[in-house]
């Protein structure tokens, strides 16, 4: 088919908003725009973003995906005015074409370690395709990991912090990876700037997620859960950090034979010996190392370092800098002054330290929880309680009403299910790599 045939087809179906037509066409004709880069500009050039929205985004995707890119700056104000132009119809039509264009511009731009330019349009494409900040996209993934490569938190921190409760469904399905990955990557962001608590759940979510198989990008979360629930909850028994109920019986079986080493760590840091921990970690470097985990291990010493330290709060009253850091294994006593003085910044524990004798002494609490500070806390975490109430009793009612649950209540099984419970027969300790995804 002649290119100019190619645009008139476009706009007679585009002007009859024949989108169904239109999008089986363009599906037809990709191979036909790869085989013609050099004549792709000027087939842009004939199209209104505003009008045939969908054919400029096809005809974008060929030309990321032929030729390496040589003028980005011409590239990427075309994808923006595509996007500011745009119609919200047609690209809500087939979200599935707007979302393979920003995944594959997301892989170009972080292959040319480019990827801050990309943040904001990926940002838009979300907004285009939302009905609310509620419902998680594939292209989250893909502005997570352009956040992380940018080192560029600040646009993707609201996204992170809002509670997701649907997930949007792009064409007939929505691949899993998107999600696992989108909390992979947040889990990554939240250890950057230190927010371990928020870096937990993330982590705690990609490794619960429903599944009848294991993937790499799990095991990769799994790891740094195991290190990140140390540094949350170190102090607290190790039940604490164990994975909830509902996780799926095939994760704890095929995945924590996969880790030993990081098992190693959780079990040598409940010993509360500082030189067990930093023989592990030495036996285990150069896979730390590898794993990019280096760095959280060494977190994980100096935490059990302050961890040990708090627990001489409940046995003793006062204690020389000396036998402190005689008892958590620190070299000097001017180290552990450094370090109870930081916990005591931090409000971890609550002592004075004498300088003429070097004696510390552990006090109590000073809070009595009457403060107007705390009052408000009290009121915000309640009403957080009931706006989560209220989201789970909306989510209960959907899914009793739904044909899926009605038909398992019952006692029928749809081929879904069946066809679900034979992968998890199968299941191999081997996992599996998702295609085309990189945790890299």
């Known amino acids: ?17 024949s989108l169904t037509e239109l999008c089986d066409f363009l599906n037809k004709q990709s191979l036909i725009l790869a085989g013609n880069i050099g004549q792709l ?18 005809v974008l995707i060929a030309r990321l995906q032929g030729d390496a890119v040589e003028n980005w700056d011409s590239i990427l104000a075309r994808i923006n005015t595509l996007l500011t132009e745009s119609s919200d119809d047609q690209l809500r039509f087939s979200p599935h074409i707007l979302a393979d264009l920003c995944h594959i511009l997301s892989t170009n731009l972080i292959k040319n370690n480019i990827p801050i330019r990309g943040i904001a349009l990926v940002l838009t494409a979300i907004k285009k395709l939302q009905p609310n900040p509620k419902v998680l996209t594939s292209l989250h ?16 921190l609201p996204i992170l912090d809002q509670d997701i409760s649907q997930i949007n469904k792009e064409g007939d399905s929505f691949d899993a990876a998107h999600v696992l990955l989108y909390y992979y990557y947040g889990g990554c ?42 540094l949350v909850h170190g102090d607290k028994s190790k039940e604490v950090v164990t994975l909830p109920k509902f996780t799926s019986p095939i994760i ?29 970690i030495t036996k285990y470097k ?39 850091a005689s008892r958590v294994g620190l070299d000097t006593p001017a180290r552990a002054e450094r370090e109870i003085v930081e916990m005591i910044k931090t409000g971890s524990i609550h002592a004075t330290i004498s300088q003429q004798d070097g004696m510390v002494r552990f006090d109590l609490n000073p809070e ?26 909306k989510l209960t009612e959907e899914v009793m009403l739904s044909c899926q649950y009605i038909r398992k209540v019952a006692g029928t099984k749809d081929d879904e299910d069946e066809r679900l419970a034979s992968s998890n027969s199968a299941v191999s300790s081997g996992g599996g790599k998702l295609p085309g995804y990189s945790l890299g």
Do not use: W
């Open 1 to 17: 088919m002649a290119l100019d045939q190619f645009v008139n087809t476009v706009k007679t179906l585009s002007s009859q908003r």
């Open 41 to 58: 500009d000027s087939i842009y050039e004939s199209l209104e973003p505003s009008q045939h929205s969908l054919a400029c985004v096809a």
């Open 141 to 156: 993934a893909d502005l997570a990991k352009l956040c992380l490569k940018a080192t560029c938190f600040g646009p993707i």
């Open 189 to 230: 962001i939240y250890l950057a700037v230190k927010e371990y608590e928020k870096a937990l759940y993330y982590f705690e979510v990609a490794v619960t997620c429903p599944t009848a198989a294991v993937s790499h990008i799990m095991l990769e979360s799994y790891k740094k859960y195991q290190l990140v629930g140390l």
């Open 252 to 280: 704890p079986k095929f995945l924590k034979p996969l880790c030993p080493a990081y098992t190693e760590v959780v079990t040598a840091y409940h010993l509360s010996s500082s030189d067990g921990l930093r023989n592990v």
């Open 286 to 324: 150069d896979l730390f190392e590898t794993d990019q985990n280096l760095g959280l291990v060494r977190q994980v010493l100096e935490a059990q370092t302050r961890t040990n330290i708090k627990r001489l709060t409940k046995t003793f009253v006062t204690l020389s800098l000396a036998d402190v």
């Open 368 to 393: 009595s929880y009457s403060s107007p500070e705390m009052l408000r806390l009290v009121e915000e975490t309640v009403t957080k309680a009931i706006v989560l109430d209220k989201q789970v009793e």
